[in-house]
């Protein structure tokens, strides 16, 4: 990992490792990706005031989410199947983000179980819902999250029916699975990806798997959720969920005012500025977008969290000065999961705690909260 230097370096590295069906699925964005690109587009364009001869030598990354101390405004998203990118994955995310001091959210559709992961680490970490039709099945997911000790409770909003990636579908890894044999082949030439997925000998959705009536294996399970995601998942359901959850709630994907205030009205702990890195609705505005606007409508009263896009340290800068608490990053630490298992994960977040301190020395901040929109330049990207 000597010569990995940013998280392109990660993604590169991650596209040789992991095979190619796996590698496009953590990339794409649905359909033509015109949200995917904003996402980084219009970070890139926000620009940050230099500022010189300011006595930046106290600086200090570390701050709080949800009320909890962490080294620096960061978290680890939830992503679907990480224990496919690299055997026991999530086990893996979950001890590099708690060696480093910030939060792993663990997906519905892991390949680890809740009960696995609670016993391989040793502090809580966050769980994410996805609500399916079957609201015994979601009742016992939320207990069990309970259980498990979770830190909070993640409610994912922007998925009551599925975006499409086009290559998944080309690369049979749509709902239900079914590899084609020229994946297979592929797979076979990523050595030590397929040792890693043989010992960890995981390689079902863990969450699912004995705990859904007469179905087993990720292509059953996999049809099962693709029939289950929710379209008549309302506001009524969020209060369902506080009614049997009883700690913090983050309610991620929202991308507009009016349900942001909604998600506070509904005593959300904290929500998510997102649009699911651009994997949801195609032609939405970019999060970076619509994270002010939000921010100033709810951020005095709810957690403003926001994610889509974030590849650097800068971006977390970006992101904190147009109102973001903290960020959550879901491709930039699944390339490191990709390339390098968990000191891939613990290089990723390293990369970006190095960037923010360099970045926030050149813009003359010493501390987290002093953060706004002072650090930014009015002017325009010439050219
Ligand atoms: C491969 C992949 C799988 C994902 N799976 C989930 C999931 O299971 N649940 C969820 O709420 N969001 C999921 N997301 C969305 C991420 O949590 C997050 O919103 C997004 O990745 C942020 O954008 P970024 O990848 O540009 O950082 C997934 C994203 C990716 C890339």
């Keep these: ?205 863990g969450n699912l798997d004995g705990h859904v009536k007469g179905m087993a294996g990720l292509k059953s399970l996999g049809q099962w959720v693709g029939s289950q995601f929710d379209d008549k998942l309302s506001w009524k359901d969020v209060e369902w969920i506080k009614s049997i959850w009883p700690g913090k709630l983050i309610i991620k994907g929202i991308l507009d005012v009016e349900d942001a205030k909604a998600a506070a009205e509904a005593g959300a702990t904290a929500l998510i500025v997102s649009n699911h890195g651009g994997r949801q609705l195609d032609g939405a505005p970019s999060s970076i977008s619509m994270l002010p606007k939000v921010a100033e409508a709810v951020g005095s009263t709810t957690e403003v969290l926001f994610d889509g896009g974030v590849r650097s340290g800068q971006d977390i800068l970006r992101a904190l000065a147009l109102g973001a608490k903290s960020c959550l990053i879901g491709r930039s630490y699944i390339y490191g999961l990709g390339a390098g298992g968990e000191s891939g994960v613990l290089k990723a977040i390293e990369i970006m705690r190095k960037e923010l301190d360099v970045s926030m020395a050149l813009t003359g901040i010493n501390r987290i909260d002093e953060i706004g929109t002072s650090v930014l330049s009015r002017e325009r990207d010439v050219g």
């Design 1 to 205: 990992m000597k010569n990995i230097t940013s998280i392109e370096d990660l993604r590169q590295l991650a596209r040789r490792k992991v095979p190619t069906a796996f590698f496009d699925y953590t990339e794409a964005g649905s359909y033509s990706e015109e949200t995917l690109r904003a996402n980084r587009s219009d970070l890139n364009g926000i620009k940050f005031r230099q500022r010189v001869l300011v006595d930046v030598s106290a600086r200090n990354l570390s701050t709080t989410i949800l009320g909890e101390q962490v080294s620096l405004p960061l978290a680890l998203g939830p992503v679907a199947m990480a224990g496919l990118q690299h055997g026991n994955g999530e086990i893996l995310a979950c001890h590099a983000a708690q060696a480093v001091g910030i939060p792993f959210t663990m997906s519905t559709l892991s390949i680890c179980s809740i009960e696995d992961l609670a016993q391989a680490v040793e502090r809580p970490f966050w769980f994410q819902l996805y609500v399916m039709k079957d609201r015994g099945f979601v009742r016992s997911l939320i207990e069990r999250a309970a259980a498990a000790k979770c830190g909070a409770l993640m409610l994912t909003v922007d998925l009551p029916v599925p975006g499409q990636r086009h290559c998944d579908i080309k690369n049979g890894l749509s709902v239900p699975p079914s590899l084609r044999i020229k994946n297979l082949i592929n797979m076979a030439s990523k050595p030590s990806w397929a040792a890693s997925i043989v010992s960890s000998r995981r390689w079902t959705f």
